[in-house]
C-alpha cells in the first residue's frame, strides 16, 4: 500500500472564482434530473446571480419552500423566474 501526502482541497471561494456564474441557483424536484436535457438550457441561460425554481405539481414540502424562499431572494436582489414541472415531464 503506498501512502500519498494528504493535499486539501481547494478551497470554496478559489473554485467559485474560477466559475462566475456559479452563484446562480436553480431549485427543483429531484424527479426533474431525467429531464436535464429539456431545463438545463434555461438554467444556463439566467442572468448572473439569479435562480430558477422549477415548481412541483400539487402542494409538497419543496413547493413551500420556494415560497418561502422567492421573497427573500428577490430581497437580497436576485432575480427568481418560476417554471412548473408539468412543462418538462
Do not use: C, Y
Request: charged share 20%; proline share 10%; hydrophobic share 45%.
Amino acid at each position: 500500500m503506498t501512502h500519498r501526502a494528504h493535499t486539501p482541497a481547494r478551497p470554496l471561494r478559489a473554485r467559485l472564482q474560477r466559475n462566475p456564474r456559479s452563484d446562480n441557483l436553480v431549485l427543483m424536484p429531484a424527479t426533474m434530473l431525467p429531464f436535464k436535457g429539456r431545463w438545463g438550457p434555461l438554467a444556463g441561460a439566467v442572468a448572473a446571480r439569479a435562480a430558477l425554481f422549477i415548481v412541483p405539481e400539487g402542494e409538497t414540502p419543496l413547493r413551500r419552500a420556494m415560497r418561502q424562499l422567492v421573497p427573500q431572494l428577490r430581497a437580497s436582489g436576485r432575480q427568481v423566474t418560476a417554471l412548473s414541472a408539468q412543462q418538462f415531464g
